[in-house]
């Protein structure tokens, strides 16, 4: 099968040749036709990604297409079936292994292009908004990095499953794309202060981390819940433990990739009842920004690299 390697120390994205994997019990292989980009393969990209023992090199960690094969247990499946699946890496490929009940189906009238820009993002939304923020029905949240794949998929979902949505984003151009997704208020962070046009959120997603993480505190609500799912700007940052204690703040965080195979496994099922009816019904749409064959993979890379996307970056597999 092709195959997109990383070649370090350059970071180099090279296309190459590699024997078609075997499924494990419980693992299906996907012939896969198109697999989503995402920050997190930039990084590996770069070297400032550590894999751990057992992982794939390859980069890609969500993709769609048909099951070509089944390991033992992967019970749920049959060949030929159409599915969206999260990984651990190894989507930049022709065909990939994962657990088979990190698999769900294609939304009803989905294409693969589609379904390949949904696991990433929504198990992440799904895990630190719902899961990890509680976010109920009537509160606010407040999303960094509106524009982003991440977050386009948490403001839809928050707004479809009742909350009020803010967002931030650089440039008029993003905040006006957040607000047709359904964002009550988009501010731009270069011409506006976020902390001056919010007060009482509930919870906050937040990709940024540094300066932004006092500013997050002194905006969230009584029992106000901030949530990290990365620190692009820096992993340092300055707080206030009488705003916490006063408040009653929780600061949390968390990584996809790490997480176990069951706990997967139950945001799949959660996915699949609550936000797959959404998508079918059209309530809730992918936006991708663009789509770049399996060998032009470094382009697709410099174009997130840039930041000017607004949506998910998809590579054409098959």
Known sequence: MRQIEIVQPSGELKLSDAPVPTPGPGQVRIKVQAAGVNRADLLQAAGRYALRPGVSP??????????????SGADRWQVGDSVCA???????????ITPAVQCLPFPRGFDAIQ??????????????????????PGESLLVHGGSSGIG???????????????????????CEACRKLGADIAINYRTADFEKELRDVNVILDMVGGSYTLKNLRILAPLGRLVYINFMESSKAEIDLALILGRQLTITGSGLRPQSVERKAQIARNLEQRAWTLLASGQIKPVIDGVYPLEHAADA????????????IVLKVA
């Open 301 to 312: 890379h410099r174009r997130m690299a840039s930041s000017q996307h607004i949506g998910k």
């Open 152 to 174: 386009i998929t948490a403001i839809q979902l928050a707004k479809a499953l009742g909350s009020r949505v803010f967002a931030t984003a650089g440039s008029d151009e993003k």
């Open 115 to 136: 379904a390949a820009s949904l696991p990433e993002t929504f198990f992440t939304v799904w895990l630190d908004v719902f899961d990890l923020g509680a976010l109920k």
């Open 58 to 71: 390859i980069p890609g960690l969500e993709v769609a297409g048909t099951i070509d094969a089944l390991g």
């Open 86 to 96: 999260l990984l651990t890496g190894g989507g930049y490929a022709e065909y990939a």
